[in-house]
């Protein structure tokens, strides 16, 4: 997954936030993260990702996959 632009939309105290961050940084892919109420607003993600009702959501090249399943999907499919 080198070359990819990764970017983590969480929450602060999210269980699959943080395991989701996890993943990423033991197969050791390079993310960013936007945490809602810190970096950006919940209207902010609801901007990249109207139907988001949860967290994570997670961008890989400007395509949203979803969340910490989907994660775990597509690393797997790689």
Known sequence: MENKNIVVWSKKDCPL?????????????????KVIGEDVTREDLLEVAPHARTVPQIFIDDILIGGYTDLVEYINSQ
């Open 17 to 33: 936030c943080s395991k989701a961050k996890q993943l990423l940084f033991i197969r050791d892919i390079a993310y960013k993260e």
